[in-house]
């Protein structure tokens, strides 16, 4: 009897023990995706079927499907004027910037995964607005943007396997600027390249005046700007890149960068040069926008130059690739 109790107690115990060394696990890693082959390596995001946009001047948010959201974006960003490929360039870096947003979601927007705020995101024109800007024009745009669209459908440009920041503009002076020069923040495929037909644009120089009046008013909205003295000493210390970029400028009393001056002035770009003329501040820029990434016009010029939009892309952004 007393072997046979033993004998059940083993046989309990070994039924107890198996579960338990059974549900053992390995420590959980700090990082779980660290050596995971399969999560550790970058992957872009299926293709939406529809965008959510923040509409700036409506103050709601909008789902529009996808081809309708590339068709408007290029409609309000690229002239339709512009060559086919150039066209296509700008459709595939408008779907990236798209994929870059919803993978870094702006919180500010609640939910939307850009706004049509062109000072912040991309342009967008809806049917109503195209035929208002195009007119009688507006059926054969749409097919010609609509075809580049299509063209391009699902490409995307990244980096290191992810979909990059898109950045365009319509102008430079000849040479785009990198991000770390601009933003002061480096981005490895936002650098600094030759842009020789902006050049060309009959609107790359453009020259403002702005009455020492103005310049008063506008500087009372720099954060410790005070000016002194005579007009014709307000501005000064004007340092610039080898480019031409205006790297600092003294406004008054307040040092301000070249992107700085341009928002605060009203210019159209930080590459400019004045004179102080009969109480007026001469300024003559070149280049319109920040000139960071793609130029618009560039874009056009080389398309029309025989370089395809894959040749384009890779020109204004620095070693990426189109997936």
Same mark, same amino acid.
């Given at each position: 009897m007393r072997i046979y109790k033993l004998l059940a107690f083993l046989i309990s115990l070994s039924v107890l023990l198996v579960p338990l060394t059974s549900l053992k696990k390995e420590p959980v890693q700090e990082n779980p995706t660290k050596n995971n082959t399969k999560t550790d390596e970058p992957t872009v995001p299926e293709k939406p079927q529809t965008v959510k946009v923040y509409m700036k001047k409506a103050q709601e948010t909008v789902e529009i499907e996808l081809e309708e959201y590339l068709l408007g974006v290029l409609a309000a960003e690229m002239p339709a004027? +512009?060559?086919?490929?150039? /066209?296509?360039?700008?459709?595939?870096?408008?779907?990236? +910037? /798209? /994929?870059?947003?919803?993978?870094?979601? *702006?919180k500010a927007l609640n939910g939307a995964d850009l706004s049509d705020n062109s000072a912040t995101h991309q342009g967008y024109l809806n049917a109503a607005g195209r035929n208002e800007k195009w007119g009688d024009k507006t059926e054969a745009y749409e097919k010609k943007l609509n075809k580049a669209v299509k063209e391009v459908s699902g490409k995307v440009i990244v980096y290191e396997g992810e979909p990059i920041i898109a950045a365009f503009h319509a102008i430079n002076s000849g040479v785009t600027q990198?991000?770390?020069? !601009?933003?002061?923040?480096? !981005?490895? +495929? /936002?650098?600094s390249v030759n842009s020789p037909g902006d050049k060309l644009s009959p609107d790359c120089v453009k020259t403002v005046a702005i009455s020492a009046g103005e310049l008063a008013n506008m500087a009372g909205n720099i954060d410790g700007c005070s000016l002194n003295g005579e007009a014709e000493n307000w501005i000064g210390n004007v340092k610039t890149n080898s480019d031409g970029y205006v790297k600092t400028v003294e406004i008054g009393s307040a040092e301000l960068t070249g992107l700085e001056a341009r928002d605060a002035l009203g210019l159209r770009s930080a590459v400019f040069t004045y004179e102080y003329? *009969? *109480?007026?501040f001469m300024f003559t820029t070149s280049g319109y926008g920040h000139c960071v990434g793609m130029s618009q016009y560039g874009a056009d010029y080389m398309a029309r130059q025989g370089s395809t939009w894959e040749e384009i892309i890779k020109h204004y952004y620095t070693g990426v690739e189109i997936e």
């Open positions: 004027t +512009y060559h086919e490929e150039a /066209l296509k360039a700008q459709a595939a870096a408008a779907y990236t +910037y /798209l /994929l870059n947003k919803r993978k870094n979601p *702006d990198s991000a770390q020069a !601009v933003w002061g923040g480096e !981005v490895p +495929y /936002l650098k003329k *009969d *109480d007026n």
